[in-house]
T-cell receptor
Framework: AQSVTQLDSQVPVFEEAPVELRCNYS??????LFWYVQYPNQGLQLLLKYLSGSTLVKGINGFEAEFNKSQTSFHLRKPSVHISDTAEYFCAVIGGATNKLIFGTGTLLAVQP | GAVVSQHPSRVICKSGTSVKIECRSL??????MFWYRQFPKQSLMLMATSNEGSKATYEQGVEKDKFLINHASLTLSTLTVTSAHPEDSSFYIC???????????FGSGTRLTVV
């Protein structure tokens, strides 16, 4: 079965500093990986996704992620964060024949002035 | 494009009553929709997969008689929480596959409070 692990429940960072949100996945078959952002009391918005091809994926709002098959990771990065990036970030996976999105536990990015 | 509209955004109901939540795909046809439940400060837990014209597939541990899902058209799926109790209070989110490169679009969620 597919699963994702987000080790950090909360990541505090100062404005304009770089940030990395970690995501590791577990799957015995090829995977498709996603990062979503959720603002309070709202649905989820897709930041980026990896389906195939280049392992460095660029998304919206200046975020990017790198797929690392050997380390089974898909960490999200941004070189300089803004206050408005404060939100919950979820890593998700689809694997094998299923078309279900399976989410990690989420990481709260708390950007401080 | 690929917008999913979810209503209501908030609902308060009395214990024992039923509540219906609607999820509509506005500009595309969604043969498959998903319903999630999210507890405060927790992840999204998949409740069921809804397929147009057929019965929903529920995840293990989800009471199908309590959470009724209907997907009668290519643009509408509904979740009805029957005989709601305070423990059913939660944030419910729907999602639809857009059919483009594993695209999934989410509704804005429904905050259900049972009193």
């Amino acid at each position: 079965a597919q699963s994702v692990t987000q080790l950090d429940s909360q990541v505090p960072v100062f404005e304009e500093a770089p940030v990395e949100l970690r995501c590791n996945y577990s799957s015995s078959v090829s995977v498709y990986l996603f990062w979503y952002v959720q603002y309070p009391n709202q649905g989820l918005q897709l930041l980026l996704k990896y389906l195939s091809g280049s392992t460095l994926v660029k998304g919206i709002n200046g975020f990017e992620a790198e797929f690392n098959k050997s380390q089974t990771s898909f960490h999200l990065r941004k070189p300089s964060v803004h206050i408005s990036d404060t939100a919950e970030y979820f890593c998700a996976v689809i694997g094998g024949a299923t078309n279900k999105l399976i989410f990690g536990t989420g990481t709260l990015l708390a950007v401080q002035p | 494009g690929a917008v999913v509209s979810q209503h209501p955004s908030r609902v308060i109901c009395k214990s024992g009553t039923s509540v219906k939540i609607e999820c509509r795909s506005l500009d595309f046809q969604a043969t498959t929709m998903f319903w999630y439940r999210q507890f405060p400060k927790q992840s999204l837990m998949l409740m069921a997969t809804s397929n147009e014209g057929s019965k929903a597939t529920y995840e293990q541990g989800v009471e199908k008689d309590k959470f009724l899902i209907n997907h009668a058209s290519l643009t509408l799926s509904t979740l009805t929480v029957t005989s709601a109790h305070p423990e059913d209070s939660s944030f419910y989110i729907c999602s639809a596959r857009t059919g483009i490169a594993y695209g999934y679009t989410f509704g804005s969620g429904t905050r259900l409070t049972v009193v």
